[in-house]
Nanobody, 113 residues
Framework: VQLQASGGGLAQAGGSLTLSCAASGSTSRINAIGWYRQAPGNQRVRIAAMSRDGSTWYEASVKGRFTITRNNAKDTVYLQMNSLKSGDTAVYFC????????WGQGTLVTVSS
C-alpha cells in the first residue's frame, strides 16, 4: 500500500483546512485508515481513523472539529479540519493498516493565532 498525503498549509485560527490521503496498491486489504499528527518536540499521536465498515474514531482534542471521510471510488480519505487552533500546528501523517502498518509522507499544517 502506498499513501500520498496532500492539503497542508497555513491557516488562521478559527479557519479550516482539508487534508487528502490517496491510497494505491493493495487497497482492498486496508482494514483501517486515518491520520496521526506530530507537533514539534512531541510524539506522533493518532487523531482520526476510519475502519473498513465506515466506523470512525477521533482523539478527544479534535472530536467535534475534525471529520474523516472517504471516497471509495478514488481510494482517498479526507480529513476536514474546522475551528483550527494554534495547538493543531503539526506535521500530519496518514496511515493505513492491513496486516502491516503503512505511512504516507507528512504534510505540514501551520495555524497562526
Amino acid at each position: 500500500v502506498q499513501l500520498q498525503a496532500s492539503g497542508g498549509g497555513l491557516a488562521q485560527a478559527g479557519g479550516s483546512l482539508t487534508l487528502s490521503c490517496a491510497a494505491s496498491g493493495s487497497t482492498s486489504r486496508i482494514n483501517a485508515i486515518g491520520w496521526y499528527r506530530q507537533a514539534p518536540g512531541n510524539q506522533r499521536v493518532r487523531i482520526a481513523a476510519m475502519s473498513r465498515d465506515g466506523s470512525t474514531w477521533y482523539e478527544a482534542s479534535v472530536k467535534g472539529r475534525f471529520t474523516i471521510t472517504r471516497n471509495n471510488a478514488k481510494d482517498t480519505v479526507y480529513l476536514q479540519m474546522n475551528s483550527l487552533k494554534s495547538g493543531d500546528t503539526a506535521v500530519y501523517f496518514c496511515f493505513a493498516l492491513t496486516n502491516k502498518h503503512y505511512w504516507g509522507q507528512g504534510t505540514l499544517v501551520t495555524v497562526s493565532s
